[in-house]
């Protein structure tokens, strides 16, 4: 006769991990507080910084719905490694294309 409970646990990567109510109703209230901050920032002129602070509002809500809703919080230190790489190389490639658009010369057209 088999154990099915040894077996249940040999299994032991995908744990269940169970957060209380009131985590997922302070998530949600940042989440409204967030985006009610983005409406707002998006009608004051912060000049060259206007995608700055709009990348880090959605910045701070992403981190959010990843490590809460998505469980990273909870889960090994490898996917955190992972996707904290996953961010690196997102920003690297943004980096580029901005240094790329800020240091293009304005040409007229020849047609």
């Known amino acids: 006769m088999a154990n099915t409970t040894s077996d249940s646990h ?3 990567s995908h744990d269940h991990h ?3 109510l ?3 109703l302070s998530v949600f209230a ?3 507080f967030l985006t009610v901050i983005t409406v707002l920032a998006a009608k ?3 000049g060259a910084f206007n995608a700055v602070v709009a990348f880090g ?4 809500k992403a981190g959010l719905v990843l490590s809460i809703f998505m469980h990273l919080k909870y889960d090994n230190m490898l996917n955190r490694v992972i996707i904290g790489t996953s961010v690196f190389f997102l920003l690297v490639l943004w980096f580029f294309c901005i240094l790329d658009i800020v240091t ?3 040409q007229e057209s020849t047609l």
């Open 10 to 12: 040999d299994h032991g």
């Open 18 to 20: 169970i957060i209380p």
């Open 22 to 24: 009131k985590t997922y």
């Open 30 to 32: 940042a989440l409204i």
């Open 44 to 46: 004051v002129d912060f």
């Open 57 to 60: 509002i959605a910045s701070v």
């Open 104 to 106: 293009r010369i304005g």
